[in-house]
């Protein structure tokens, strides 16, 4: 089971990224995808998640509107848009698998995302 985060880095307040989280080893469409983060100091959060299919995603109250969750079963992989970044958007941001009900999870190593002028 693999779990790989890509496209984080250094971007300018307004700025956007959009980060990638392909999977492998699991049967990828059974699978909720959701994406934390977490910044020196401060707690795991959950910032979005998308149901296995695709058709229910949730954000934390601090990066709807800006943010959009979706996902590729064919590809087998998750994104993250995140535009008009801010400054308290930088953190490391991973990525989760989990059927929903269960106890099982796995994880992504992390990319990091730093957003300052």
């Known amino acids: 089971v693999q779990l790989v985060e890509s496209g984080g880095g250094l971007v300018e307040p307004g700025g956007s990224l959009r980060l990638s989280c392909a999977a492998s080893?699991?049967?990828?469409?059974?699978?909720?995808m959701s994406w934390y983060r977490q910044s020196p100091g401060k707690e795991r959060e959950l910032v979005a998640y998308?149901?296995?299919?695709?058709?229910?995603?949730m954000y934390v109250d601090s990066v709807k509107g800006r943010f959009t969750i979706s996902r590729d079963n064919a590809k087998n992989t998750v994104y993250l848009q995140m535009n008009s970044l801010k400054p308290e958007d930088s953190a490391v941001y991973y990525c989760?698998?989990?059927?929903?009900?269960?106890?099982?999870?796995?994880w992504g190593q992390g990319t990091q995302v730093t957003v300052s002028s």
């Open positions: 080893g699991f049967t990828f469409s059974r699978y909720r």
């Open positions: 998308i149901t296995s299919g695709g058709g229910s995603t």
């Open positions: 989760k698998a989990k059927i929903f009900g269960t106890i099982r999870e796995y």
